[in-house]
């Protein structure tokens, strides 16, 4: 038998006090999903393991079957699938943003929402200047992109805040710290020059 999950991460939003306390979902005209919800079975589930930071990456682990307390090493290496990004014995991949700051403050996690095409030309200039045999860039969309390196396995243990999670605040506060970190810290530095 075959099912269909519809995950609706972060759907429900919050309740909006100038609409009655309702969400945007209680408020919007949504007839397709009213019918799939009455055909469907429905109800709550806890998908983030004990001691685990929520996010939706995590939970999507748990709910394909996954055990992320084992499996989750963060965003990246599921996207790099998605992308048919071959991981290789001793490599590691890494979510790399294209974000804007203004006075080293972080303007935008997403450089304004920029183009796929934009970024493509910039992850091809970050590959030009920074990649090599062990370290590479590879294009996504918007925003979102990877970056592959070899033969540093302690970056894992660097502790890295998502850009998203900063807004308006110094980024040099939240730069990835911990074991593997200052490989990290230098791509930032020297990508900062080439963008």
């Known amino acids: ?51 685990m930071e929520p996010g939706s990456a995590c939970a999507c682990m748990s709910v394909l079957g996954y055990n992320p307390a084992v499996y989750y090493r963060g965003r ?21 943003n294209l974000v804007s700051v203004r006075d080293g403050k ?32 590879y294009p996504g969309v918007s925003y979102r992109h990877i970056c592959k390196i070899k033969g540093h396995e302690d970056t894992l243990s660097a502790t890295c805040t998502p850009p998203h999670d900063i807004p308006g605040k110094p980024i040099k506060e939240f730069f990835p710290r911990g074991p593997g970190s200052n490989l990290l810290k230098d791509l930032m530095a020297r990508s900062e020059v080439i963008l």
């Open 1 to 51: 038998m075959k099912y269909c999950i519809l995950i609706m991460d972060g759907a429900s939003g919050w309740p909006l006090p100038k609409h009655g306390g309702k969400t945007c979902l209680e408020l919007a005209d949504s007839p397709n999903l009213d019918a799939m919800a009455q055909e469907a079975l429905v109800g709550l589930v806890g998908t983030i393991p004990p001691g």
């Open 76 to 96: 990246s290496a599921i996207e790099a699938k998605g992308m048919d990004i071959p991981i290789g014995e001793g490599e590691v991949v890494f979510r790399c």
């Open 106 to 137: 972080m303007l935008s996690y997403s450089a304004g929402y920029i183009s796929t095409e934009e970024a493509k030309a910039l992850i091809a200039s970050l590959n030009k200047n920074l990649g090599s045999d062990t370290l590479h860039f």
